[in-house]
């Protein structure tokens, strides 16, 4: 009889131990208690790990292709957040924008992307010619191909180096507009 209630003195405790690692391994999720600038707490519906997304244009032409090593959703404001965004625009065109950064957010519609912290925009045009445009925050409109930021941003070209405060972007005609501030160190050829 002693032999019985010593094992359950020992089992007890272990089992009680286990239980509260359980629990407290399930309150420390992150991802599921997120909070979002003092707004109060937030839920993640659902999240993605090592996605891409690819889609077609009306032709059957590569449109643009999308990766991110995860994407958080929110249920309260249907924002996705994600990590280590990577959109590669193709457009049907043999020379696609590259847009990346180290975070994003993505609105409900999926009509403005916004992208935090080393983001770069690249492209090799037709002739081979590099372009490398960096700053620290940018705003993408998909619909309208229209990328801006009113951050400072550098370009690196084969021309040679601009930097500006604040830009706009028309991604579709390959133009870019620098707002102020404008200052540049050019290569001759």
Known sequence: MIKPVRN????????????????WNL????????????????T????????????LNDA??????????????????????MT????H???????????????????PDGNEIQLFEQVRVNRTDARGRPFLLATEHLTYLPDTDHAFTDLPVQI????GVTTANGMDA??????VHLRSTVRGRYETE
């Open 8 to 23: 359950w003195l020992i089992l007890l405790p272990a089992a009680a131990l286990v239980a509260a690692l359980g629990y």
């Open 27 to 42: 309150d420390s999720d992150s991802a599921a208690r997120a909070t979002r600038g003092g707004s109060g707490p937030v």
């Open 44 to 55: 993640i519906d659902f999240y993605m790990t090592n996605s891409h997304t690819t889609q």
């Open 60 to 81: 059957g032409q590569l449109h643009y292709e999308f990766s991110a090593s995860r994407v958080d959703h929110i249920q309260e404001t249907d924002i996705s957040l």
């Open 84 to 87: 280590l965004p990577d959109l």
């Open 89 to 107: 625009l193709h457009r049907g065109t043999e020379h696609p924008w590259l847009i990346s950064g180290l975070r994003g957010e993505a609105g």
């Open 156 to 159: 690196d070209s084969a021309q």
């Open 170 to 175: 028309y991604l579709k005609q390959g133009t």
